[in-house]
């Protein structure tokens, strides 16, 4: 094993952390306060400010590589499938995991795909193709939303065994009331102190489930997918 491309990382959100330096065959391990595992830019505190600065940064560098190669498209349908293969996926990877709470991380998302819209916009009122000229009116969902439903898709897995992961499904509990009423929730939402703690998936998916999808039976769905799920039109771009 290379020492060398080893790291030790401790993850805590006390003001002194306790330390402790790790050693492998006599040798301490470097410490770090960044690491990337999996395609997720990890930091001690949990933050994901590291991770979400990086993946904006590379779909800003990905968005202007499609505005350039599609300067002679005349679809817009073409650039908007270029957009999201390229530039959206690249700010969707893996949501579950870092969905933002702070209101400055969601915007700084939202402002790679209005520039896009901006873009789009402006090839519309330039291209004299009719059927291109339609898609000006055509609205992509805030990618907040989608994150929102990525949630309720991997909620729907959990439930249904299709992710092999214990812990997280005891983590979920049902809504089991004394008395049946017209408003019962179907989870039961934790009470939580800290923003971390209601960042958590599980607390921020039964969360938006309640509020938005309480009428949807996740048990009996056949199909949950972005297609599938909507939500309401407060809620829509």
Same mark, same amino acid.
């Given at each position: 094993?290379?020492?060398?491309?080893?790291?030790?990382?401790?993850?805590?959100?006390?003001?002194?952390?306790?330390?402790?330096?790790?050693?492998?065959?006599?040798?301490?391990?470097?410490?770090?306060?960044?690491?990337?595992?999996?395609?997720?830019?990890?930091?001690?505190?949990?933050?994901?400010?590291?991770?979400?600065?990086?993946?904006?940064?590379?779909?800003?560098?990905?968005?202007?590589?499609?505005?350039?190669?599609?300067?002679?498209?005349?679809?817009?349908?073409?650039? @908007?499938? $270029?957009?999201?293969?390229?530039? /959206? +996926?690249? #700010?969707? &990877?893996? !949501?579950?995991?870092? %969905?933002?709470?702070?209101?400055?991380?969601?915007?700084?998302?939202?402002?790679?795909?209005? @520039?896009? $819209?901006?873009?789009?916009?402006? /090839? +519309?009122? #330039?291209? &004299?193709? !009719?059927?291109?000229? %339609?898609?000006?009116?055509?609205?992509?969902?805030?990618?907040?939303?989608?994150?929102?439903?990525?949630?309720?898709?991997?909620?729907?897995?959990?439930?249904?065994?299709?992710?092999?992961?214990?812990?997280?499904?005891?983590?979920?509990?049902?809504?089991?009331?004394?008395?049946?009423?017209?408003?019962?929730?179907?989870?039961?939402?934790?009470?939580?102190?800290?923003?971390?703690?209601?960042?958590?998936?599980?607390?921020?998916?039964?969360?938006?489930?309640?509020?938005?999808?309480?009428?949807?039976?996740?048990?009996?769905?056949?199909?949950?997918?972005?297609?599938?799920?909507?939500?309401?039109?407060?809620?829509?771009?």
């Amino acid at each position: 094993t290379d020492i060398q491309k080893c790291n030790c990382i401790t993850f805590s959100r006390k003001r002194v952390p306790i330390i402790y330096d790790y050693k492998v065959n006599g040798e301490t391990l470097k410490r770090c306060t960044v690491v990337k595992d999996l395609g997720i830019t990890l930091d001690s505190r949990m933050m994901f400010r590291d991770h979400i600065e990086s993946i904006v940064e590379k779909a800003f560098r990905q968005l202007k590589f499609v505005v350039r190669v599609s300067k002679h498209f005349k679809s817009l349908n073409t650039l @908007k499938i $270029l957009y999201c293969t390229y530039v /959206r +996926s690249c #700010l969707e &990877f893996a !949501s579950t995991v870092w %969905s933002p709470q702070y209101l400055t991380y969601i915007e700084r998302i939202e402002r790679v795909q209005g @520039k896009f $819209l901006k873009h789009l916009d402006y /090839r +519309s009122r #330039l291209s &004299f193709d !009719s059927s291109s000229l %339609s898609a000006r009116h055509h609205k992509l969902l805030s990618l907040e939303n989608r994150r929102t439903v990525a949630d309720m898709v991997f909620l729907y897995k959990t439930l249904n065994n299709l992710v092999d992961c214990a812990d997280l499904l005891g983590n979920i509990g049902f809504n089991c009331p004394m008395r049946h009423t017209r408003t019962t929730m179907t989870f039961k939402v934790p009470q939580s102190s800290t923003n971390y703690a209601q960042a958590s998936f599980t607390r921020r998916a039964c969360a938006n489930f309640n509020s938005f999808f309480n009428d949807m039976d996740l048990h009996n769905s056949t199909s949950v997918s972005y297609t599938h799920l909507t939500l309401p039109t407060i809620y829509s771009v």
